[in-house]
């Protein structure tokens, strides 16, 4: 796991000019890669390459990076693994190539010698960002993984092209243009985070997940990137070679199959481990890694004692079942606060998944211990984990069936009813009603669907379950439209069955703009490498090939994956509503943090008007003060993008 900027310009600049810009820009991506640095130029093609390195596979000299091949046609740096190298290294080998090391990254440059670019990209097992200078087509590529793990971002003007692991690389380099994105902001209002391949800033682009961006002369327009792998297209193929075997040969297929990424994830020279919440997910990549290896497993976990957000009881039973060699922390409300303050800077562009603090303390906790990490991120976009997929197909399904004006009067009595009113209710009816389950937080889940009962189209009532703000675009001192590649793929998939369309939605632009992004910043801000076995593409791929009932079944997600999980512990250890992995942002927004947000929120300072029109907010701000958390979540998208403007624009 490293980080790396470059820049190619028509500029006629010197080499130890171009270096010094190089290593300006790898200089403030450090915590991706303390272990080394370098870099490299070409003075006639104006193109230079900076890197850090996080030493993860062969930690000697033989790793370094910026790294050639053996002709010198291609110079590229890489960040991320290839998780099959050995497999690809043994034919090269047998074809007379010579390696004179054992890092993945030598494997790649014989690869693009032997096969070129393209097909060895989809030879590639791994979670990768890559930039690739061919001397002899005078070319850059910039490629990303299938499922975006690892991210790429690319700055343009006439003249000159930066790109890097992340936006501060950008923003430390040559002529960079600050100008902000009025639309892309409005988007992430909406979504809590910018999608793809937008970014806050108007110059600056996401290479989009599975693309090549081909680069022959940045003197006139960029081409579009190519796809080399799509969601769309796995989705189409698995539909095309639907499973057929029984439900037990589905679960030995799977479970071959995660057995297989697990363990190609489990090759490091250095100490690995594993973030274990308790939850399906991350329970069975423990599992699977324990019965991989011969001695226990380094796992851990945070606690948040006391409050409706602890999980670590749950962790701690699977760890003790599995034999891990566990590690908790105990989480004050202080702890996670701590860390409000540098999330501008850990995030580069604002970003309000709240579980963003729990993920970076429990990666801050294995980082005392292990460089590797393998987390369970994945499991519910590829297997229907959310409750959105099960009941929320249920009732945009059923909604149907009922004339608009009935749903939307009764969804304003559902609405009337304040969450915690529901929450008594709830709790006191579980204790009366055999067989009604539990569950933490019900009050915000019944208020949300008397909302989705005013919403005609299923696009529109998918949008809102998204959705923080509503209509972010009043919000706005400016004109824009929160319009985005989410609408784009959602209207591309209206004759698909609401769950695929749920699911592949969320794959392309959810799973990658806001979870993995969150977990690469997160892990990489500490200088620890998380991988995702299941997000290993061909795990991907299996899963479009199953039947809606091998993912919801008995009206609960992730049939299949369960039953992977019931192989290998008692299925009474995980079997438990979901919980999810975040804080209490509204309880927090009326206590400790309160006095920071209003200050955020209603300062008198210019600039705090520039973009947003922040006295709109306060009918809604008496409201989360009076209990109502229904916009707690879309609050804190306000505060962190006045915070990042803050810290970054000012």
């Not at 900027?5 to 080499?15: E, N």
């Amino acid at each position: 796991m490293c980080g790396f900027a470059g820049i190619v310009t028509t500029a006629s600049l010197r080499r130890e000019t171009l270096e010094a810009i190089a290593e300006t820009m790898s200089a403030r991506i450090v915590h991706r890669g303390p272990d080394d640095k370098g870099s490299w130029t070409e003075p006639d093609a104006g193109v230079a390459f900076g890197f850090r390195r996080l030493a993860i596979i062969d930690l000697t000299a033989q790793g370094h990076q910026p790294m050639s091949s053996a002709s010198g046609r291609y110079t590229l740096v890489f960040n991320g693994e290839i998780f099959n190298y050995e497999q690809l290294r043994r034919p090269l080998e047998i074809e007379g190539w010579h390696f004179s090391g054992h890092s993945d990254t030598e494997v790649i440059c014989a690869a693009f010698e032997r096969w070129g670019i393209e097909l060895a990209v989809r030879k590639f097992i791994g979670m990768f960002a890559i930039a690739v200078w061919d001397a002899l087509d005078r070319r850059l590529s910039l490629i990303r993984d299938r499922l975006g793990i690892k991210p790429l971002f690319y700055y343009y003007r006439p003249g000159i092209l930066t790109f890097g692991s992340e936006l501060k690389a950008l923003v430390a380099g040559p002529d960079f243009d600050a100008t902000l994105d009025v639309n892309a902001l409005a988007a992430y209002l909406r979504y809590l985070y910018v999608p793809a391949p937008q970014t806050i800033y108007r110059h600056v682009r996401k290479l989009l997940p599975g693309h090549i961006l081909s680069v022959k002369s940045v003197a006139e327009s960029l081409p579009d990137s190519v796809a080399y792998w799509s969601l769309s297209e796995a989705y189409r193929m698995g539909r095309q070679n639907t499973f057929e075997g029984s439900d037990s040969e589905a679960v030995q297929e799977l479970a071959a199959l995660l057995t297989d990424a697990v363990r190609l994830r489990m090759q490091a020279d250095v100490p690995l481990g594993a973030l274990l919440s308790g939850g399906i997910d991350s329970s069975t990549i423990v599992a699977l890694m324990q019965a991989n290896s011969s001695r226990p497993t380094r796992t851990f976990s945070i606690a948040f004692p006391g409050t409706d957000y602890d999980e670590s009881i749950h962790a701690e039973r699977i760890a003790k079942r599995l034999g891990t060699d566990h590690t908790e922390m105990a989480v004050t409300g202080d702890d996670a606060l701590a860390i409000v303050p540098r999330l501008p800077e850990l995030f580069d562009e604002p970003f309000a998944d709240a579980s963003q603090i729990p993920t970076y303390l429990v990666c801050k906790l294995a980082r005392q211990d292990v460089t590797v990490a393998l987390s369970g991120d994945g499991g519910d976009e590829l297997f229907a984990g959310y409750d959105r997929y099960v009941q929320g197909e249920r009732v945009i399904a059923g909604l149907g069936n009922f004339p608009s004006g009935v749903r939307k009067a009764f969804g304003a009595l559902v609405g009337a009813v304040s969450e915690h009113t529901w929450d008594r209710g709830y709790r006191a009816a579980a204790t009366l009603i055999p067989g009604l389950t539990p569950h933490r937080l019900v009050g915000g889940k019944i208020r949300k669907l008397g909302t989705l009962l005013g919403h005609d189209s299923e696009d529109d009532m998918y949008r809102f379950l998204l959705s923080a703000w509503q209509n972010p675009e009043s919000l706005l001192a400016e004109s824009g439209t929160s319009r985005s590649r989410v609408e784009e793929e959602l209207s591309k998939t209206r004759a698909m069955p609401l769950l695929d369309r749920m699911l592949l939605l969320d794959q392309q632009t959810y799973l990658p703009d806001d979870l993995l992004a969150k977990v690469d910043r997160a892990s990489m801000a500490v200088s620890l490498e998380a991988r995702v076995p299941l997000l290993d593409h061909r795990v991907v791929e299996f899963a479009w090939r199953l039947k809606p009932e091998h993912k919801v079944r008995n009206g609960r997600g992730k049939w299949l994956l369960r039953q992977v999980l019931y192989g290998l512990v008692e299925p009474e250890l995980v079997d438990r509503p979901k919980m999810g992995f975040s804080v209490p942002i509204g309880d927090w927004l009326r206590g400790p943090l309160r006095d920071w947000a209003e200050e955020l929120l209603f300062s008198n300072e210019p600039e705090s008007r520039r973009y947003l029109k922040l006295g709109k907010t306060q009918p809604g701000w008496d409201r989360l003060q009076s209990g109502d958390d229904r916009a707690a979540l879309a609050f804190w998208a306000v505060l962190m993008f006045e915070s990042w403007r803050r810290h970054w624009l000012d």
